[in-house]
């Protein structure tokens, strides 16, 4: 499979999830990029022990993770209210929700319902990060909930 279309197959995907990880779109298309320039360096020795979207999305969860960390040692302030973005729409205000909602989980947490929302199945959710399948099963049942109640809690469920 050539870059081109490991690209536009896995790009989108590894945005949203760098997105439930930083809650922020301008970072997120950068840790996109930085996923795959990893990938087009790293591609020619992959060695197929798994498969490609469990190594790409892999590689995109350590980038968020890593970010993740710097960030926590950086002081940050509130963007101005007058500044901030009003979204248009309920549904996009409910998206933008959902990316709060999934940015304050745990960095796991995150990583896992960032790839349930991709699609991914649960065996490679697990392989990705390193959990059993059952341990991986519970955790995604519990944040589901968590999410739930807090869109409960919000008026937006």
């Known amino acids: 499979m050539k870059f081109e279309e490991i690209y536009q197959q896995y790009a989108p995907g590894v945005f949203r999830l ?3 990880y930083v809650n922020n779109h301008e970072q997120a298309r950068d840790l996109t990029q930085d996923t795959f320039i990893a990938v087009w360096k790293y591609l020619p ?9 469990t190594w790409i999305y892999r590689i995109a969860s350590n980038n968020c993770f890593t970010a993740v960390e710097k ?23 409910q998206l933008q929700f959902l990316y709060k909602c999934i ?8 990583i896992i319902i960032s790839l349930v929302l991709e699609d991914v199945h649960q065996e490679e959710i697990a392989s990705i990060v390193g959990l059993s399948y059952v341990n991986t099963r519970m955790k995604i049942h519990r944040i589901k909930e968590k999410l739930a ?9």
């Open 18 to 20: 760098c997105m439930g």
């Open 45 to 53: 020795s992959f060695r197929n022990e798994s498969k490609l979207s």
């Open 71 to 93: 960030a926590k040692r950086f002081v940050l302030t509130d963007f101005p209210e007058n500044l901030a973005f009003e979204p248009d729409s309920s549904k996009e205000q």
């Open 103 to 110: 940015s304050e989980l745990p960095e796991t947490e995150r």
């Open 149 to 157: 109640k807090k869109f409960k809690n919000n008026g937006s469920f």
